[in-house]
Nanobody, 120 residues
Framework: QVQVVESGGGEVQPGGSLRLSCTAS????????MGWYRQAPGQQRELVAT???????NYADSVKGRFTISGDNAKRTVYLQMNSLKPDDTAVYYC??????????????WGQGTQVTVSS
């Protein structure tokens, strides 16, 4: 069994900061990438940032210069540092892990989501 668990959401005022964490656990043979997606009410889920096993990152244009994704391979954990938050960043943030399980099957695993609310 593979589990992906997020933490760190909450409510913050515009201009504030939050840090999200996500850890993958269970029978994992290899993690290819981990990343963050978000979904606001009435909207489709969209990519926020990804980090692959080679260290390459990818960001949505809307968060470039404000959000930073980083990871700890040994801990199978990825972080999302979010600065200069705006009301438009309000959404449920989901962690994704693209990995091979203990049997070698490659699949996408999702966390349960964590709410981020930016409001004055």
């Amino acid at each position: 069994q593979v589990q992906v668990v997020e933490s760190g959401g909450g409510e913050v005022q515009p201009g504030g900061s939050l840090r999200l964490s996500c850890t993958a656990s269970g029978r994992i043979s290899r993690i290819y990438s981990m990343g963050w997606y978000r979904q606001a009410p009435g909207q489709q889920r969209e990519l926020v940032a990804t980090l692959n096993s080679g260290g390459s990152t990818n960001y949505a244009d809307s968060v470039k210069g404000r959000f930073t994704i980083s990871g700890d391979n040994a801990k199978r954990t990825v972080y999302l540092q979010m600065n200069s938050l705006k009301p438009d960043d309000t959404a449920v943030y989901y962690c994704n892990s693209h990995l091979a399980d203990g049997l070698g099957w490659i699949n996408d695993y999702w966390g349960q989501g964590t709410q981020v609310t930016v409001s004055s």
